[in-house]
């Protein structure tokens, strides 16, 4: 298929996480992977208007997995998480038991897993009616796959995107003359895991759609995810006005209260303080007053909500034990972010 893959790269699995490591050093800005725009999975041109690419793409992804041996890309779903690696991991497949246990310790995560599978399932739903003949559980198969392994609008990208994630140690893929290109950002020594960038994700979405939780990388807090604010008054609206100029504004009803969120993807909270986005968007929501102060009052209310200091990691299914780790680092990141705004 055209497939480039530098030689001194193998992947292994490592505390139970699979990653790709260097066999030997590898300097900094050197090819690492490589694949033909041309030959990845198209999509099929007969999907109705307006149909999202992710839809095109996930049904493509399944029309190929039905073919199994006559496709070419066979060997590609082999390197997929299976449905049985799936039911135990996931949090799609998460009972009501253990959602009381995630509601428990934090409810703005039970929230965002809920929104997640809400999303999931109306999207298998939607594909299923537009063209059974492939079944539900092979929709699910690749939807929760395409989660973990597209790469933006290339979609699945073989090999490459077996890559784990860093910000900071990670290069962005590129796309140019016809290939859809991976080089090194740093240099890395023997037996180090090599790293993608994904972009700053948030901290839940990368728990909940990856399926792990790597201590040793960068963390994120994406401030759409967890901060909404109120639509109650004359003054909360001309607030969101203000804000759609320059940003995307949301507007939902969560709880019976019409709130609204600010989404841009340079607007979060890394492990130490607030993007510069981030504090322009504190700014005018807080209307004259101090933003450090209004932000951090924010922060202190999600981290109030934040309650897995009372329990121990054995609290926790296997289905649910990277959160518990996910949930300290959040508890970290928002005493970080604290401090920093009040000091």
């Known amino acids: 298929q055209g497939l480039f893959i530098n030689e001194r790269l193998e992947r292994k699995c490592v505390n139970g996480v699979w990653g790709m490591f260097a066999r030997d050093d590898i300097v900094a ?14 999509s099929l041109d007969i999907y109705p208007q307006n149909t999202s690419i992710s839809a095109k793409q996930i049904h493509s ?6 073919r199994k041996d006559d496709s070419d890309y066979g060997n590609f779903f082999n390197f997929f998480d299976s449905l049985d690696y799936l ?5 799609f497949f998460i009972n009501e038991k253990e959602l009381r246990i995630i509601n428990e310790v934090n409810p703005l995560l039970s929230r965002e897993i809920a929104h997640q599978n809400y999303l999931n399932q109306s999207l298998i739903n939607a594909l299923y009616d537009f063209d059974p003949s492939i079944s539900k559980e092979n929709y699910t198969l690749i939807t929760l796959n395409y989660n973990s392994r597209a790469i933006g609008k290339n979609g699945f990208v073989p090999i490459i995107e077996c890559f784990n994630h860093s910000n900071e ?5 590129h796309t140019g003359n016809d290939r859809v290109v991976l080089k090194t950002k740093i240099k890395y020594t023997k037996g180090e895991q090599v790293y993608i960038s994904y972009g700053a994700l948030d901290l839940y979405t ?14 994120y807090i994406q401030f759409h995810k967890r901060f909404f604010f109120p639509l109650l008054t004359n003054r909360d609206q001309a607030i969101a006005r203000e804000l759609s100029q320059a940003f995307k504004v949301a507007i939902q009803e969560i709880n019976g209260l019409r709130v609204f969120s600010v989404e841009d993807k340079e ?13 322009q968007i504190a700014t005018i929501l807080a209307q004259g007053r101090d933003p450090n102060s209004f932000l951090s009052s924010y922060l202190q209310q999600s981290l109030s909500q934040n309650n897995v200091s009372k329990f121990s990691e054995k ?11 996910v949930l300290l680092k959040e508890q970290e990141m928002l005493s970080n972010n604290i401090d920093y705004l009040n000091a």
């Open 29 to 42: 800005n050197v090819v690492l992977a490589s694949y033909p725009v041309s030959k990845l999975i198209g």
């Open 61 to 66: 992804a399944a029309k190929e997995y039905c």
């Open 87 to 91: 039911h135990k991991y996931s949090t």
């Open 169 to 173: 140690k990670g290069e962005f893929i």
């Open 206 to 219: 990368h728990a909940i759609n990856y399926n792990y939780y790597a201590s040793g990388t960068d963390h």
């Open 267 to 279: 607007a979060f909270l890394n492990e130490e303080k607030p993007s510069k986005k981030a504090m």
């Open 315 to 325: 609290y926790f299914p296997t289905r649910l034990k990277r959160f518990y780790w």
